[in-house]
């Protein structure tokens, strides 16, 4: 069975501070794989998505990249935090073919002080 | 461009009842529909979807799903509600037109209270 990690769970972060978070995603090949903010517990906000290794694109222009390094591994990141950054983030992973259901990883709760 | 409608904030339903989540879309071409539930500080767990053919799809938890291609809906329902139910609930869109990245679109979710 497939199963996808995301860590950290918690963050807190001073404003200007670098952020990494990361997803890794087992038991399947080639996922397409995304990130997605939450804010206010409500709507979903996509932020990136990735077809293949090294294949980032971007939805919304921010503060915020991307880099999959592996097939498997999904990396968000940013030079520098803004207040605004924070939010709860999901990482979800979906087969490449067929009706592509996305399965979502626990989420990452980032708040930027 | 596509679109996902949940026009209700929030629903509230006594334990026991029968409940129904509403969602309309709006796509170019044939739907794939999706439904979603969250529970508080977790990720989103997928429920259920529509692909073709029967219009009633069952999913987990005792979930089912209408799909009335006339109304372009898709509204989420169950016989009888339990208080462990209550949760937020998404619906989600892909257009089933192959080549290339299609795009889902979420709802912007709906509140579901059970009440014991």
């Known amino acids: 069975s497939q199963t996808i990690h995301q860590w950290p769970a918690t963050l807190v972060q001073p404003v200007g501070s670098p952020l990494s978070l990361e997803c890794t995603v087992e038991?399947?090949?080639?996922?397409?794989l995304y990130w997605y903010r939450q804010a206010a517990g409500r709507g979903l906000q996509l932020l990136f998505y990735?077809?293949?290794?090294?294949?980032i694109s971007s939805e919304v222009p921010q503060n915020l990249s991307a880099s999959r390094p592996q097939d498997r591994q999904f990396i968000l990141s940013s030079k520098k935090l803004l207040l605004s950054d924070s939010g709860f983030y999901l990482c979800?992973?979906?087969?490449?073919?067929?009706?592509?259901?996305?399965?979502f990883g626990p989420g990452t709760r980032l708040t930027v002080t | 461009a596509q679109s996902v409608a949940q026009p209700e904030d929030q629903v509230n339903v006594a334990e026991g009842n029968p409940l129904t989540v509403k969602c309309t879309y709006s796509v170019s071409g044939n739907p794939y529909l999706f439904w979603y539930v969250q529970y508080p500080n977790r990720g989103l767990q997928f429920l259920l979807k529509?692909?073709?053919?029967?219009?009633l799809v069952k999913g987990s938890y005792g979930f089912e799903a209408e799909f009335n291609k006339s109304q372009t809906s898709f509204h989420l329902k169950k016989p009888s509600a339990l208080v462990s139910d209550s949760a937020l609930y998404f619906c989600a869109v892909r257009d089933m037109r192959s080549g290339g990245y299609q795009k889902v679109t979420f709802g912007t979710g709906t509140k579901l209270q059970v009440i014991p």
């Open positions: 529509y692909i073709t053919g029967d219009n």
């Open positions: 038991g399947t090949s080639n996922p397409n």
């Open positions: 990735s077809v293949g290794i090294g294949q």
């Open positions: 979800a992973w979906s087969r490449e073919q067929g009706a592509r259901e996305q399965y």
